[in-house]
């Protein structure tokens, strides 16, 4: 059974970065599609950002636009968002979800997988 797990969230102040890793066990993440979600407290699930096999497409929902990247990172199989400029609005619990189901990939009911979620707080 695959098993996604993320690392890298944390407390940071307004401007700041953080790196999310996205590992999968027994998976070679490079012949997948994997996304990445968030949800605040109180608010509905949303997309992130995704990366598309086999050409490793990088697709950004809104709030990534400009300053989160997407990547595979072959050599340690994760996946990361690199995220910049971080606002309190980012302030949510993000996952990784990898064996997308159908062709959109900004819909999470369309990923069979899920990983457990990492926080992320941005102070003001």
């Known amino acids: 059974q695959v098993r996604l797990v993320e690392s890298g969230g944390g407390l940071v102040q307004a401007g700041g970065s953080l790196r999310l890793s996205c590992a999968a066990s027994g998976r070679t993440f490079s012949t997948y599609t994997t996304g990445w979600f968030r949800q605040a407290p109180g608010k509905e699930r949303e997309f992130v950002a995704a990366i598309r096999w086999p050409d490793d497409s990088p697709y950004y929902g809104d709030p990534a636009k400009g300053r989160f990247t997407i990547s595979n990172d072959n050599a340690k199989s994760t996946v990361v968002l690199q995220m910049y400029r971080l606002k309190p609005e980012d302030t949510a619990v993000y996952y990784c979800?990898?064996?997308?189901?159908?062709?959109?990939?900004?819909?999470?009911?369309?990923?069979?997988?899920w990983g457990q979620g990492t926080q992320v707080t941005v102070s003001s």
């Open positions: 979800a990898s064996d997308l189901l159908r062709e959109s990939v900004v819909h999470g009911d369309g990923y069979k997988t």
